[in-house]
């Protein structure tokens, strides 16, 4: 949207008349609204034909958002097209990170989880540059080779081992995870593998068919469900969705007059750029560094550096003179660690706490909840921001981040390189550990 926006409202928008905030507004927000219902969609859809159909099905649909945008420029089909981009974006963060966990090795998930944010700031960062330098439907058809390659390419991936071995498959998901491992697939290493895929689906079996309603009956599934909805809602709500969507206006707004050395486009480039230098932080530390230290160092971080901007704006707004290179300063260290540890960090954790069959519901339902967050957020910020000003929507934006800190240090466990049942240990009160102590000790009494 950055990008696009300036020229689209600007008086030599290709469009005629240029668009007005209101629609840029409906625009902006239209896909997080679809993304709501699209999450348990796509959920559905992988649970139901399988994660390589689902994305070869998302892709077939970012086809058909760029075609639409190619043919008309009018507001409806404007608006309908970027609807479609919601159902891109629950394929990418629903079944993408269940398909990229599921081929994963436990010693490389977090690594391999956290690729699909640094894809995503690299695609942020090619739009802010493409935008700025070639002409509006060269964009649009750079835009459509990509899915459209991807369509190519994807044909030739395998399902996902688990998905296989849910469908009786066996034979299939040996093979499967004997290539992804370049092994025989006669290997202890794959067949012991594939066994605790199968162990791990049978105990399953023993829970509700009901799947949310085993989430939140459970004691233990349900803390674990309250974690993944809060660090997904953290993920949204810490200021990055309306500072990249609409990186060239708050840059404009900062310059208050003056003319700054880099354009808007210029400054939102070096935006995308520090967040493709934040993920690529986080896929090469998250296996060292874990998932819990990651996610509260970057939330105290983004929560100082959005307090500091919104001080700003307020201090501008009294007539107080402070260094015009704050804001920028400011905008680059949090969308840097949206996109080191917020971002990534959160999807892997909610990815390696649940197991198959409610991996997908929970993806679905924590990606439905923060969708809608960041749906309000596209809606209302410019609005609230002109009415209240930015530093009112700063300071929330940071202490969103800081309570973010604080919930990561008393409740968020350590997932790296664990199994579910060692997660759930961490999850048990005192008390509940002492009673199955206890349990144990009466049992040993009684068979002695």
Not at 13 to 33: F, H, I, K, N, Q
Not at 172 to 191: I, K, N, Q
Not at 290 to 300: F, H, N, Q, V, W
Not at 372 to 382: D, E, G, S
Request: charged content about 20%.
């Amino acid at each position: 949207m950055s990008p696009m926006t300036l020229l689209l409202q600007s008086p030599n928008s290709p469009r005629d008349p240029p668009l007005t905030d209101g629609e840029v507004s409906w625009m902006g927000a239209a896909a997080y609204l679809t993304c709501v219902p699209a999450d348990y969609f796509m959920a559905f859809l992988g649970d139901r034909v399988g994660r390589k159909p689902a994305l070869l099905f998302v892709s077939s649909v970012a086809v058909l958002c760029w075609v639409l945008k190619l043919s008309s420029m009018e507001t409806w089909a404007l608006v309908l097209a970027r609807a479609l981009v919601g159902i891109t974006m629950a394929g990418s963060y629903v079944t993408c990170p269940l398909y990229t966990k599921e081929i994963s090795e436990d010693s490389v998930r977090g690594l391999l989880g956290s690729v699909v944010t640094l894809f995503h700031c690299a695609g942020n960062l090619f739009l802010y540059v493409v935008g700025d330098v070639l002409p509006y439907r060269a964009v649009l058809w750079l835009c459509l080779a990509l899915p459209t390659l991807h369509l190519v390419l994807f044909m030739a991936m395998p399902e996902s081992p688990s998905y296989l071995i849910k469908h009786g498959k066996l034979d299939e998901a040996v093979r499967v995870v004997a290539w992804l491992r370049c092994r025989r697939e006669d290997d202890p290493h794959v067949l012991n593998e594939v066994d605790l895929i199968k162990n791990e689906q049978e105990r399953d079996q023993e829970s509700s068919k009901f799947v949310l309603k085993a989430v939140v009956t459970d004691r233990l599934m349900s803390r674990a469900f309250r974690i993944a909805l809060a660090v997904a809602l953290a993920r949204e709500v810490c200021g990055a969705i309306p500072v990249l969507n609409f990186a060239g206006e708050i840059f404009t707004l900062a310059a208050g007059g003056a003319r700054p050395p880099l354009s808007p486009n210029q400054q939102a480039m070096a935006l995308g750029a520090v967040q493709v230098a934040g993920s690529v932080l986080a896929s090469s530390i998250v296996e060292r560094a874990g998932r819990k230290p990651l996610l509260l160092t970057t939330a105290l971080v983004s929560g100082a550096s959005m307090c500091a901007l919104a001080t700003w704006f307020l201090c501008r707004r009294w007539g107080a003179e402070l260094p015009a290179s704050l804001p920028v300063l400011a905008l680059c260290l949090c969308i840097f660690c949206d996109a080191a540890g917020l971002q990534p960090v959160s999807v892997v954790i909610t990815g390696e706490i649940f197991s198959f069959k409610y991996r997908g519901t929970v993806m679905a339902t924590t990606m439905a909840a923060s969708s809608f967050a960041a749906f309000l957020q596209m809606l209302f910020f410019k609005p609230v921001a002109n009415v209240v000003g930015l530093y009112a929507a700063f300071y929330f934006f940071g202490g969103v981040c800081l309570l973010t800190a604080l919930y990561v240090v008393l409740v968020v466990p350590e997932t790296k390189k664990r199994r579910i049942d060692e997660i759930y240990e961490d999850l048990k009160t005192k008390k509940e550990i002492l009673e199955e102590k206890k349990n144990v000790i009466d049992k040993k009494s009684i068979q002695e």
